[in-house]
């Protein structure tokens, strides 16, 4: 079946701008993580939701990030007024529910800011 | 504060030799404990958990792992390495009241022919 599918796959954003990257986790799957990946590190915890409801964000650099999963599904992680220093690879990872369950992540999306 | 240790950034072995790649946490609970594996140009692959029970845990590909909860630690290791289990390996923890998950820096394990 489909997995987790994440896009635009690459994004090169002058300093200053907004994006938003796009997260289509595996059907049925209640929970949904984001996660920020640094060159050389593991990736590092930004939010999770189950279902709609955003349940922890203690991870998200500042209030420029946001995220959203308005009707459970697919999940938006906006970036506002980009910094070079949010460049890295951003993962989202979805699983049955929470707890114990195994993450299944996408291929990731790339953020370069110039 | 929960953590992860992986001590080593590599791992270098001989095909057909066991091998082991170390991690160790520290969680306020009961953890659950994760292994993935990052092959170049995939993404990120669950591997094997330890969620409670058998401390021995197997998984796929053959790669097993033995939780020590005196040692606080979640190894991961294989008897008989193959080359094409070069890879980068990470190490997850997750308080089991929680849905955050802590990731180690991962740990390149290269087999050599």
């Known amino acids: 079946g489909a997995g987790v599918s994440q896009s635009p796959r690459y994004k090169v954003a002058k300093r200053g701008q907004d994006v938003a990257l796009r997260c289509d986790p595996i059907s049925g799957h209640v929970s949904l993580f984001w996660y920020q990946q640094a060159l050389g590190q593991g990736p590092e915890f930004l939010t999770y939701f189950q279902n709609e409801a955003q349940l922890d964000k203690s991870g998200l650099p500042s209030d420029r990030f946001f995220a959203e999963r308005p009707e459970g599904s697919v999940s938006t992680l906006k970036i506002q007024r980009t910094q070079q220093e949010d460049s890295a690879v951003y993962l989202c990872a979805s699983s049955l529910q929470g707890g114990g369950y195994e993450q299944y992540f996408g291929p990731g999306t790339r953020l370069t800011v110039t | 504060a929960q953590s992860v240790a992986q001590p080593e950034d590599q791992v270098n072995v001989a095909e057909g030799n066991p091998l082991t790649v170390k991690c160790t946490y520290s969680?306020?609970?009961?953890?659950?404990l994760f292994w993935y594996v990052q092959y170049p140009n995939r993404g990120l692959q669950f591997l094997l958990k330890?969620?409670?029970?058998?401390?021995l845990v197997k998984g796929s590909y053959g790669f097993e792992a033995e939780f020590n909860k005196s040692q606080t630690s979640f190894h991961l290791k294989k008897p008989s390495a193959l080359v094409s289990d070069s890879a980068l390996y990470f190490c997850a923890v997750r308080d089991s009241r929680g849905g955050k998950s802590t990731f180690g820096d991962g740990t390149t394990l290269t087999v050599k022919p």
């Open positions: 969680v306020s609970g009961n953890p659950y």
């Open positions: 330890y969620i409670t029970g058998d401390n």
